[in-house]
């Protein structure tokens, strides 16, 4: 179980990691902050493309770095905090829920809702994830 304290500190490294977003055609700024099984902490920001099929979601950039530094098999995701700059609601896209599903199969999920920090695990969000 993540403890009250551990989820608004997610929550605000993903506030600070949205700081760090390029988002020059959307303007709508996304950071988020995953928590791994081992504790160590990993954040990332939206990056938009002129040719918006490349543009990565925040939940992906921190899963990817956590990738990138350990290893794929080392990354076991327990929670992911999202946040974006418009206080709109945003819960993690399809393929942010797919690779969340891939690292994180147990993990829980906060996210902007209508007027308050939503909770679900990755389950709730898709049920039915792809898998080999």
Known sequence: MISPELKER????AREAQ?????????????AA???????????C??????YGLTNC??????????????GAKVRVAGVAVVNDHDAPCSPCGACRQVIAEF?????IWYQGRNMIQQSTIRELLPECFSL
């Open 10 to 13: 997610l929550l605000k490294l």
């Open 19 to 31: 700081q760090n977003a390029y988002a020059p055609y959307s303007k709508f700024r996304v950071g």
């Open 34 to 44: 995953i928590l791994l099984d081992n504790g160590e902490i990993f954040t990332g």
């Open 46 to 51: 939206n990056v938009e493309n002129a040719s």
């Open 58 to 71: 925040a939940e992906r950039s921190a899963i990817f770095a956590a990738v990138s530094k350990l290893g």
């Open 104 to 108: 994180g199969p147990e993990a829980v």
